[in-house]
C-alpha cells in the first residue's frame, strides 16, 4: 500500500525566502505526482504534474523535482511571499488502483 | 461557468436527514471524484466514476450513495449522517484513460462543500 509522508507539517519562513517542501513514497512504483496548494477552507488549487519519467517541472516562482529512485520529490519556492501562505500536499498516482494518494501537507507561513 | 463547482459551500444537518451534494465540470474531462477531508488526516478517496460507471468504492458506508448520472454532473446523498461523518467533501474531475494501470490526468478540485452533522 502507498504512504505519502510530508515533512515539516509546518514551516514558517520569512518574506524573500527560498525554501524547500518535502514529499516522501513507499513504493516507486508511480505514474505521476502532482503538487497542490489548498488556502484555509477551499479546495485545492493543482500547481505542477511531474510524469514519471520526468525530473522536474518548473512554474513561475515553482519547481518541483522527482526522485523515483529514492521514493523522494520536492518543491522549491523562490522569493517566497505572504500570499504564499498555504498548505501544500502532494498526491501519488500509483498501484493496480490508479488512484491518488495524497500526504497530510505542509502548512506554510511567510512571514511580512 | 469554469473548471469544477460544487453547491452547497455549507450544509448543516441532523443525522436524521437526507440531504444531498452536488458537484458539476464544466473541463470536459470523462472522470470525477469524491474524496473526504477530516481535520489532521490526509485526503480520502471515497468515489470514482470515469465514463460515469463507477470504477472504484473505497469501502464507503452506504449512508453515502454516490450518483453520476453524465459526465459532467456528480451527486453525493447523504442520509442518517453520523456527527464523525463531519467534513470537506472534495469533488474533483481529471480526464482518465480507458483501461487498467493507466495514469490519471491532472486533477481539478472544486472548492467543497463543508459538511457539519449535528
Known amino acids: 500500500k502507498q504512504e505519502v509522508t510530508q515533512i515539516p507539517a509546518a514551516l514558517s519562513v520569512p518574506e524573500g525566502e527560498n525554501l524547500v517542501l518535502n514529499c516522501s513514497f513507499t513504493d516507486s512504483a508511480i505514474y505521476n505526482l502532482q503538487w497542490f496548494r489548498q488556502d484555509p477552507g477551499k479546495g485545492l488549487t493543482s500547481l505542477l504534474l511531474?510524469?514519471?519519467?520526468?525530473r522536474e517541472q518548473t512554474s513561475g516562482r515553482l519547481n518541483a523535482s522527482l526522485d523515483k529512485s529514492s521514493g523522494r520529490s520536492t518543491l522549491y519556492i523562490a522569493a517566497s511571499q505572504p500570499g504564499d501562505s498555504a498548505t501544500y500536499l502532494c498526491?501519488?498516482?500509483?498501484?493496480?488502483?490508479?488512484?491518488?494518494?495524497f500526504g497530510s501537507g505542509t502548512q506554510l507561513t511567510v512571514l511580512p | 461557468e469554469t473548471g469544477v463547482t460544487q453547491t452547497p459551500r455549507h450544509l448543516v444537518m441532523g443525522m436524521t436527514n437526507k440531504k444531498s451534494l452536488k458537484c458539476e465540470q464544466h473541463l470536459g474531462h470523462n472522470a470525477m471524484y469524491w474524496y473526504k477531508q477530516s481535520a489532521k488526516k490526509p485526503l480520502e478517496l471515497m468515489f470514482v466514476?470515469?465514463?460515469?460507471?463507477?470504477?472504484e468504492n473505497n469501502s464507503v458506508p452506504s449512508r453515502f450513495s454516490p450518483e453520476c448520472p453524465n459526465s459532467s454532473h456528480l451527486f453525493l446523498h447523504l442520509h442518517t449522517l453520523q456527527p464523525e461523518d463531519s467534513a470537506l467533501y472534495l469533488c474533483a474531475s481529471s480526464e482518465k484513460a480507458k483501461g487498467l494501470a493507466v495514469a490519471t490526468g491532472e486533477l481539478f478540485f472544486g472548492e467543497g462543500s463543508r459538511l457539519t452533522v449535528l
Open positions: 498526491a501519488v498516482d500509483s498501484g493496480s488502483a490508479r488512484q491518488l494518494t
Open positions: 511531474i510524469q514519471s519519467s520526468q
Open positions: 466514476y470515469s465514463l460515469e460507471e463507477r470504477v
